[in-house]
């Protein structure tokens, strides 16, 4: 499952859950720290399957090179054993899903291909 | 007995003549049933690379034919049809972009609802564009253009007509052609008045009927506009490293209507033979050993561009071929008119025969259908009976007035110059 288990649909879905849950996943993913280290949450996604590197290779130009760009600053700042400077974390509203849809995409492709591949033909 | 043969030969007659055109929704829908097994139904759009705006964008249409639409996927596209045991197919000249789809009797409704997908609601996506089109485009230009034959007639079209008609129908490696040129071109090519629908083992009023219901939503844009083409001629040399044959293409244009007596002089000067293994007895049968002339007659709606493409595995045997060629154009005029009767005999067979196949159809009768005009062959059959000695003398010597397009492709530093051939 290249995007993993996720109940996030179900929560939005419903008011009172969102209200309360929403807090505490804000929390949880300024805790998490990798926005410190100017990363997206997109940017963790694990890359080394078919699904997503097909997915990668239909970012444009642009986010391609955004992204190059972040892993090279985070990895600097690994190095140094230092978050960033605070002005330069990553915002939570810059923290979009530029992968996600793309992700997506693929997948419903893939189980298309599979359904074509498997379906039994009944003349009418 | 006699009246059912008469019958037989009422209905031959009837078969030349493609079916009366019918406006159904504001597009062109015309066909023809001989009582083929099979059925074809042929979109043919005004796409073509003389309407482009961008180099290679035509070309890039073209192959973005039958990709994701919001009916269904590319996939679905393909293996539908596969269920179907259709076949489709695209295909590019210089006027139009026809998109085919030939299938069983009976699958109509399902294959003229998927042309009409892709005209109407193409999605054009950014990743097919990457992952399908962009490596087909390349593929063609790459063959193309080490086809000395087809680089040689792409850049004699460049050369007679600059601009329209001079653009190439392959993409450029050199322009990028992004989705949005691509998109805004498809945009202002896919409405009404710049579709026709041509089918082959159909009846008419069901494609009508198909078309009505189907293409009736269909944007109405006027038609894109298109500069008269100009004849202008020129020279040009290119290096070839592919290591085909050597070759050069020594042409004439001509701008305005398509002119039969110059479709009588390709026939004339053509040394295809009539019998296998024999030299035939056109004026260019005595070549040198190893080379080979081809004449090509390209007529388009507003001009039309003849030549003989001379190609040989050495440069001296073109040098040779190619005197042969100037001095066999410059006779030409004072053809014998016996010679003229056979060629005429010789066009017209090639004029009616190739409305055989399906291919042919769309390619002789398509534009017929856009014009409005007589949408028969019938019409090109008697247009070449009215060519006269005079008439031929006059075509000729006026086509050959004009500057002469001459392309070399191969190793120029040993290919003859034009002059150096006597044009």
Known sequence: MALGYSLAGWIKSSRTLSKYIKPVANWYADLAGYRQMGLKYDDLLV??????QRALNRLTDRERYDRAYRFKIASHSSLTHKPLPKEQWV?????????????????????????????????? | MLAARASTRNASRIARSFATVVDTAGVKVSAVDYGQPTSAVTFLIKAGSRFENKPGVAHALKNFAFKSTSKRSALGTVRES??????????????????????????????????????????????EYQEYVVPVIESESNAASSDPAIHAVELAHTLAFRSGLGSSLFANPHHAVSIEDIKSFAASTFSKGNIAVLGTGIDQAALSKLVDKTL??????????????????????????????????????????????????????????????????????????????????????????????????????????????????????????????????????????????????????????FAGSDTSVDSALTALDNVNGAAFAKAVSTLLKGKPTYVAVGDVHTLPYADELGL
Request: charged share 20%; proline share 7%.
């Open chain 1, 47 to 52: 890359e080394e399957s078919p699904t997503v």
């Open chain 1, 91 to 124: 915002s939570a509203n810059e923290d979009k899903r530029y992968l996600k849809p793309h992700v997506e995409e693929v997948l419903k492709e893939n189980e298309e291909r599979l359904v074509w591949d498997t379906m039994t033909v009944e003349r009418k």
């Open chain 2, 82 to 127: 596969e269920l179907y045991g259709g076949v489709l197919s695209s295909s590019l000249s210089r006027e139009h972009l026809a998109l085919t789809a030939e299938f069983l009797r009976g699958d109509e409704p399902f294959f003229v609802e998927l042309l009409t997908s892709f005209v109407t609601s193409a999605k054009f996506a950014r990743h």
């Open chain 2, 216 to 369: 009736g939503s269909a944007p109405s844009a006027p038609a894109l506009p298109s500069s008269p083409s100009t004849y202008f001629g020129g020279e040009t040399r290119v290096e070839s490293s592919h290591g085909g044959p050597q070759t050069v293409f020594i042409g004439y244009g001509v701008a305005g209507p398509s002119n039969p007596s110059i479709a009588a002089l390709s026939a004339y000067l053509s040394p295809a033979p009539a019998l296998k293994w024999s030299n035939g007895l056109s004026p260019l049968s005595e070549l040198p050993l190893g080379t080979s002339v081809q004449s090509v007659y390209l007529p388009y709606s507003d001009a039309t561009l003849f030549g003989l493409l001379v190609q040989g595995t050495t440069t001296k045997g073109v040098k040779d071929a190619g005197k042969l060629v100037a001095k066999a154009l410059k006779e030409a005029a004072a053809v014998k008119s016996d010679d003229l009767k056979k060629a005429l005999a010789k066009a017209k067979f090639a004029a009616a025969s190739s409305v055989d196949n399906r291919d042919g159809i769309i390619n002789v009768l398509g534009p017929k259908v």
